[in-house]
């Protein structure tokens, strides 16, 4: 399963990351552009038929996980 992650603090102040598989991908200006870029990276990962999740790290420390659609998972 490729997971991209995307931590809830910056990598530097206004600089937003995110990371898959030991991978690190283009930095970001917003936490919602990574989520974006993520959320597009999962989106063509699904349409090659191999299977991806989007874990996104809240304020209170806990990883959430979301689909290539956005949609919460459990």
Do not use: C
């Amino acid at each position: 399963m490729f997971t991209l992650k995307i931590p809830y603090a910056p990598v530097h102040p206004g600089v937003w990351s995110v990371n898959a598989d030991d991978r690190d991908f283009p930095q970001f200006k917003s936490r919602v552009d990574a989520l974006r870029f993520a959320i597009r990276e999962a989106l063509k990962f699904e349409q090659d038929g191999r299977p991806a999740l989007i874990a996104v790290e809240g304020v209170d420390g806990q990883w959430r996980m979301f689909d290539h659609a956005g949609k919460g998972v459990a």
